[in-house]
Nanobody
Framework: QVQLVESGGSLVQPGGSLRLSCATP????????ISWFRQAPGNEREGVSC????????YYSDSVKDRFTISRDNAKNTVFLQMDNLKPEDTGHYYC????????????????????WGQGTQVTVSS
């Protein structure tokens, strides 16, 4: 059974930092590319970042580039999303997502396709 368990979401002030974790028990993490998606109320789910099975060629959406950093520790079956200089627009429910293969797909930013989703963790950026 595929499990992706997000944690680390919280209320944070603009300009602050937060680190999200995605625990992945039950499968071999280094066989899969992992993505982070988010969804704000009234908006579509959007891709935030994606990392290949060995951390090659990470991708970021334009809105978070240079502020967020994705990383992974395959031995510990965990993926991280370091979020710095947070903005109110970053508010949303953040999801850890397992892609079909080892590399991030061309359409990694889109929510469709053959992917598995965690339940998510809430991030709220407000003063």
């Amino acid at each position: 059974q595929v499990q992706l368990v997000e944690s680390g979401g919280s209320l944070v002030q603009p300009g602050g930092s937060l680190r999200l974790s995605c625990a992945t028990p039950g499968f071999i993490l280094d066989s899969y590319a992992i993505s982070w998606f988010r969804q704000a109320p009234g908006n579509e789910r959007e891709g935030v970042s994606c990392t290949s099975s060995w951390g090659l060629g990470p991708y970021y959406s334009d809105s978070v580039k240079d502020r967020f950093t994705i990383s992974r520790d395959n031995a510990k079956n965990t993926v991280f999303l370091q979020m710095d200089n947070l903005k109110p627009e970053d508010t949303g429910h953040y999801y850890c997502v397992r892609n079909e293969g080892k590399f991030c797909p061309v359409d990694w930013e889109k929510p469709g396709g053959r992917r598995d989703w965690g339940q998510g963790t809430q991030v709220t950026v407000s003063s």
